[in-house]
């Protein structure tokens, strides 16, 4: 069964503070990995990964993938209230009819403290 | 900048009743998918929908859900009868092409069931 794990399922940090959260999958047919941001709404798009080892960078965002070792990271420098939200990680698989299909973790729950 | 919509954003309804959701992709993309997300859990794939065709509704629960999309736009999602279990955020997303590439998916506002 297709699986994507996150960890940790909460956290809670102060401004300034560095964060990094964890995504580990076993899927098969493995197309890319996504990373979303969901605030009290839906899920907005932060990355996607499709080659090990190479870092995406937005702003104080960056994430990379390895296919090996089958995980990803998500890195948050300097933190600010702002990040607060539940972190989605989404594995995208070859569905049927050669199409995407997204398995989504269970998320991580940022806090981040003044 | 183009979004996905989706209506209503709340609804409230009785166990037993029929309830409808409904979706319009950004415009010009072909794919569409229903997730459901209950909460603390993340989003689960219901039904994927290439133009007007269903190509994966392995886990659409077909005896009390359908989905349709019937010109390949716009897109409504019903359940009948609800049942306690179904209190959840639906999200409907959207991606551009139909091609076997990888392609991010942009999410909708929701709607918010709570079935009583």
């Known amino acids: 069964e297709d699986k994507v794990v996150q960890s940790p399922l909460s956290l809670v940090v102060h401004e300034g503070d560095t964060v990094t959260l964890n995504c580990s999958y076993e899927v098969t047919n493995f197309r890319s990995l996504l990373w979303y941001k969901q605030e009290k709404k839906a899920p907005t798009f932060l990355f996607m990964l499709t080659s090990s080892g190479i870092e995406k960078k937005s702003g104080r965002l960056s994430s990379i993938l390895d296919k090996k070792e089958l995980f990803s990271i998500l890195n948050i420098t300097a933190t600010q209230t702002g990040d607060s939200a539940v972190y989605l990680c989404?594995?995208?698989?070859?569905?049927?009819?050669?199409?995407?299909?997204?398995?989504f973790g269970q998320g991580t729950t940022l806090q981040v403290k003044p | 900048e183009a979004e996905v919509a989706q209506s209503p954003r709340y609804k409230i309804t009785e166990k037993s009743q029929a309830v409808a959701f409904w979706c319009d992709p950004i415009?010009?993309?072909?794919?569409l998918y229903w997730y459901r997300q209950i909460l603390g859990q993340g989003p689960e794939l219901l039904v994927q929908?290439?133009?007007?065709?269903?190509?994966?509704d392995s886990q659409l629960p077909k005896d009390r859900f359908s989905a349709e999309r019937l010109k390949g736009v716009d897109s409504t999602l019903k359940i009948q009868p609800a049942e306690l279990g179904d209190s959840a955020m639906y999200l409907c997303?959207?991606?551009?092409?139909?091609?076997?590439?990888?392609?991010?998916?942009?999410f909708g506002p929701g709607t918010r069931l709570l079935v009583l």
């Open positions: 929908f290439q133009d007007e065709s269903v190509v994966d």
């Open positions: 989404a594995v995208q698989i070859y569905g049927s009819s050669n199409t995407g299909k997204l398995i």
């Open positions: 415009s010009g993309h072909a794919t």
């Open positions: 997303a959207s991606s551009l092409g139909r091609l076997a590439y990888s392609e991010t998916q942009y």
